[in-house]
């Protein structure tokens, strides 16, 4: 453990490899775009209602939710929550982008199935989600604020 970071010392020394190094694991994802500000714990943010009932539904399925934001987008967005879905314990693993009106307009159970809900777009280019939140863990603000800046700057979007 170094500097209160919960990853092993091989994650900051470049002895063991940082792709899918997240110290929770999860096989199916529900993503939630949230300009901030965040809490320590997900259930502490102040969220919209939508929102939060997309996430209890998510966990009594067992799929993980996270919120998510780009580099430098603090202010909130108007209109229906920006969600990604994601697929990752599957033999194609896949990820889907959703923009609905309701909690009703998602449907997480075809997620846990592994089916792209009808609701959702495919997602073909690569997402890469670094950790930059100090108060979930310290390396997170350290490590990731600089790995999530040079992806900003050197591809953008």
Known sequence: MA????HPAACHTGEAPVLAS??????????IEHAGPWAAEIEECRLPDDARTLISR????GIRPQLIRRPGRR?????PLHVYLA?????EPWLAEAFPE????LDLRSLVHGVVPESCILVNEPMFLVCTHG???????????????FLSENLPG
């Open 87 to 91: 697929a990752a314990a599957v033999n």
């Open 3 to 6: 500097n209160g970071c919960e």
């Open 58 to 61: 998510a966990r009594e399925l």
């Open 22 to 31: 997240a110290t929770k694991k999860g096989r199916f994802w529900l993503l």
């Open 135 to 149: 108060k979930h863990n310290a390396c997170c603000a350290r490590l990731g604020l600089p790995l999530a800046r």
């Open 75 to 79: 202010e909130a967005r108007s209109g």
């Open 102 to 105: 309701s909690p009703d307009d």
